[in-house]
C-alpha cells in the first residue's frame, strides 16, 4: 500500500454571535480536516489544531512541504513517516504550526491502519480501560458586552449547562482580575455548590494576576485553574501550584515529548491537558500521555475542533490507563464545546449525537467501534463549507 495524495480541507461559516477568549473575539468558526488518500482506495481522516489564517498556512505545510516527503510510503509505517517529517522540518520549528501539521497527518495514518486491520483506534493501542467517558460541557465564552451582562449571562448559562446533564462545566476568564472574579461567582451561583467548575485564563496573566484571583476564587471551589500564565513560564507554574489550593492545569499549546518532559519536569501542573491535534499526533500523543504518567500527573485531554477531533480524543480517553488505579479510579473527561459547532455536530454521515448521550445517559458518552476512527464524514458537507482555495 501507498500514499497517493495527501488533501487538506479548510472548513468555515460564520457564527450566529461573537464568541471570544482572553487573547481574541471570532466571527468565524473554521476546521481544518487532512484527508490521507492510498492506491488501495482507503482513506483516513486527520485534523490539526488551528483556526482561521492559521489553518490556510497549515494547509500550504500539509500540501507543499509534508506531501511531497511522504507520497509513496506505506501509510502502515506511521512511525517512520513520523520521524522522517518530524527531522526535515525540525530546522524550522519543533513547536508550532509544523506540528499542528504533522499532527493531522498522523492521525489519519492511524485511521487507516485501523481500517487495514478491521480495529477501532482503542484497540490498536491496547483496549478500553472504560466503556464510556465522562464529558464536561465548556462554555461561558467572553463577549463585547458589559461586565454586568456577562455576570447575569455567565450565571444563566452555567446553569444550563449543568441541566444538559454534564458533569462539569468550564468557563472563560480574561476582563481582568477583579472582574474575572465576579465572573467565577456568577458561574458557581449558577450551579450550586455541589458541581465541578473549571477556569480557562488562556494565559491572560502575569503571575502576580493569577495569584491574585486563584487565591480569590478559592471560596468558589473551582476544580482547577487552566493556563493562569504564559505557557512558557514554567517556573510560574510552578510557584502557583506551590501557593494556590487549586488543580492547576495546562499544556494545550505544548508540543512535542521533548516539550512536554520539560514541561512535566518543572512540577508545574496537576493536570496536564495535552492536545492530540496539535502536539505531534496520536504517535506523539502516546509518547507524551507515557511521560505524564511517569511523571504522576493524571491527564484530561484538551478537545477543540470538529467530530474528527471528537472521535479521535474518544478513543483516546477510553485507552487510558487509569492513575492511580484501585476501586474507584481518577476518572479523565471529555471536554465538549457546548457554543454553535456545525463541524461538530453535523460534519459525520452518522454524528456522534454527545449532546444527545449526555442527556440520555447521565453524562457518559460511548466511544465509536468501528474501525480506525470510526467515523465518516460528508463529502457533500464538506464541499459545501470549503474555503480552503480563497
Not at 492510498?38 to 489564517?53: H, N, P, Q
Not at 507543499?64 to 502502515?76: C, T
Not at 520539560?262 to 506523539?284: H, K, M, T
Not at 477543540?304 to 488505579?325: D, E, Q, R, Y
Request: charged residues 25%; negative net charge; aromatic residues 10%.
Amino acid at each position: 500500500m501507498k500514499i497517493t495524495k495527501i488533501t487538506s480541507h479548510i472548513l468555515g461559516y460564520d457564527l450566529p454571535e461573537i464568541l471570544g477568549y482572553s487573547q481574541q473575539y471570532y466571527e468565524q468558526r473554521t476546521a481544518h480536516l487532512v484527508e490521507v488518500e492510498t492506491d488501495e482506495g482507503i482513506t483516513g481522516w486527520g485534523e490539526c489544531f488551528g483556526a482561521g489564517s492559521i489553518a490556510l498556512g497549515n494547509k500550504a505545510i500539509v500540501e507543499k512541504v509534508i506531501q511531497p516527503m511522504v507520497l509513496g510510503m506505506d501509510p502502515m509505517d506511521r512511525d517512520v513517516i513520523w520521524h522522517k517529517v518530524y527531522n526535515l522540518m525540525r530546522d524550522h520549528g519543533q513547536k508550532g504550526m509544523p506540528m499542528q501539521s504533522l499532527s493531522g497527518v498522523d492521525i489519519a495514518l492511524w485511521d487507516i491502519a485501523g481500517k487495514v486491520a478491521g480495529l477501532p483506534l482503542y484497540q490498536l493501542i491496547g483496549g478500553k480501560h472504560r466503556a464510556k467517558v465522562e464529558a464536561y460541557g465548556y462554555g461561558m465564552m467572553l463577549r463585547p458586552e458589559s461586565t454586568d451582562s456577562l455576570v447575569a449571562r455567565f450565571q444563566d448559562e452555567a446553569a444550563a449547562i449543568k441541566a444538559m446533564g454534564f458533569k462539569a462545566t468550564k468557563m472563560k476568564v480574561g476582563l481582568g482580575p477583579k472582574d474575572d472574579v465576579r465572573l467565577v461567582e456568577a458561574v458557581r451561583k449558577g450551579v450550586g455548590d455541589d458541581y465541578r467548575i473549571m477556569v480557562d485564563a488562556n494565559h491572560a496573566y502575569t503571575t502576580h494576576d493569577a495569584f491574585y484571583v486563584g487565591r480569590a476564587i478559592e471560596e468558589f471551589d473551582p476544580y482547577w485553574f487552566e493556563e493562569p500564565i504564559a505557557p512558557e513560564d514554567y517556573e510560574g507554574y510552578r510557584e502557583l501550584r506551590r501557593g494556590l489550593n487549586i488543580n492547576i492545569s495546562g499544556g494545550e499549546i505544548e508540543f512535542n515529548r521533548w516539550g512536554w518532559r520539560a514541561l512535566l519536569e518543572s512540577r508545574g501542573l496537576d493536570i496536564a491537558q495535552p492536545e492530540v491535534c496539535a502536539l505531534g499526533g496520536i504517535s506523539e500523543y502516546l509518547r507524551v500521555l507515557a511521560l505524564c504518567h511517569a511523571h504522576f500527573t493524571p491527564v484530561v485531554n484538551h478537545v477543540w475542533g470538529s467530530a474528527i477531533a471528537v472521535a479521535t480524543n474518544l478513543h483516546l480517553l477510553a485507552a487510558m490507563p487509569p492513575l492511580p488505579g484501585g476501586l474507584f479510579p481518577w476518572e479523565p473527561m471529555l471536554e465538549f464545546d457546548t457554543t454553535d459547532n456545525k463541524f461538530r455536530d453535523n460534519l459525520l454521515t452518522e454524528p456522534l449525537d454527545i449532546q444527545g448521550q449526555v442527556a440520555r445517559h447521565d453524562g457518559l458518552v460511548s466511544i465509536p467501534d468501528g474501525p480506525g476512527l470510526g467515523v465518516t464524514p460528508d463529502r457533500d458537507f464538506i464541499r459545501h463549507y470549503s474555503i480552503g482555495d480563497v
